[in-house]
């Protein structure tokens, strides 16, 4: 479950299984939807909590290893989709934690990087506090993204955690401006 | 000869710092870019989505203005509304940061293709496509 404050505050809800809703709380709308992509097997942070840091789950998306080995002192796995369309990754580890990722198209340009930086323990997980993710368009334009988490709290009571949807939500009406 | 291999190991050892640079990226940098953005409210990108529901003739798409609204726009899922998909696209984009980027990135890959001529037909994925994975 995440809560969105600002600009607008909303509540996003997923699942394993790949159930996911949006809700306005405002406006009492809700918008609900089922795809195995919007798992939230798929966030960085399940990832990290769930120990599956070895291949940053694609193997959940169908990928597998195809190589292994060092460069530059760095272990780099490499994973290939069985749908030759589909990006190759490329993961660099430093200690066994990831910190660099790369897709690359079938034709061999870089579409997106992600460096993950500042690890830290909490508890039994070891979560980079800092992602930076570069998509790559078309000439020299990229596409920059920051995510950093902050006032990481495990194994902790808050009602953010008992949130539901009200039953009495309606349809999230996308066709007009939020309020 | 100990000039010589003393030389030798400087020049190897700034080889390794730079190449070993490569996997990681400057912060205070990208910091800077961001701080110095300008920040665009995300209200403006939820104006009523024309014809969002209607399907758009494959003669009315433009494979050119399809590839920038995916380049520029692609994180908010501008590029599947154009392209004719259910009406809460833009907020599976917007709010899962476009799929993780993997999807957004996708979605420019496949339209790109399609816009130089290698990837023919690789646009019609995407018209009036109401799955949040378009390619596949």
Request: proline residues 5%.
């Amino acid at each position: 479950m995440t809560l969105y404050k600002t600009p607008l505050k909303y509540y996003s809800i997923a699942n394993s299984k790949g159930e996911f809703q949006l809700y306005n709380p405002e406006s009492n709308e809700v918008m609900s939807q089922y795809d195995p992509s919007l798992s939230s097997t798929t966030e960085l942070v399940s990832i990290f909590m769930s120990g599956r840091v070895d291949d940053l789950g694609l193997g959940y998306l169908g990928y597998r290893l195809a190589e292994t080995g060092r460069e530059e002192g760095y272990v780099k796995k490499s994973f290939k989709h069985p749908d030759p369309m589909l990006p190759t990754v490329n993961i660099v580890y430093d200690n066994y934690l990831p910190i660099y990722c790369e897709y690359i198209s079938p034709e061999g340009k870089v579409v997106n990087r992600k460096y993950l930086s500042n690890y830290q323990q909490f508890g039994r997980m070891t979560l980079p506090l800092r992602s930076t993710d570069i998509s790559y368009g078309n000439g020299r334009d990229s596409t920059v993204v920051r995510t950093i988490y902050s006032s990481v709290r495990i194994d902790t009571e808050d009602p953010a955690f008992d949130f539901s949807v009200p039953a009495d939500a309606k349809p999230m009406k996308l066709d007009a401006p939020a309020k | 000869m100990k000039k010589l291999v003393l030389s030798l190991i400087a020049v190897c050892a700034f080889a390794f710092a730079a190449n070993a640079a490569s996997f990681t990226v400057n912060d205070s940098a990208i910091d800077a870019l961001i701080e110095n953005s300008t920040e665009v409210f995300t209200a403006e990108f939820m104006t009523p989505a024309p014809a969002a529901s209607v399907a758009p003739a494959k003669g009315e798409i433009n494979t050119t203005t399809a590839f920038l609204l995916s380049w520029l726009l692609g994180g908010f899922g501008v590029h599947r509304h154009y392209l004719g998909t259910t009406p809460w696209m833009w907020a599976v984009y917007t709010f899962t940061g476009g799929g993780l980027g993997v999807l957004w990135g996708i979605d420019t890959l496949f339209i790109f293709l399609d816009l130089i001529g290698v990837g023919e037909g690789y646009l019609n994925k995407f018209i009036n496509c109401e799955k949040i994975i378009a390619w596949i």
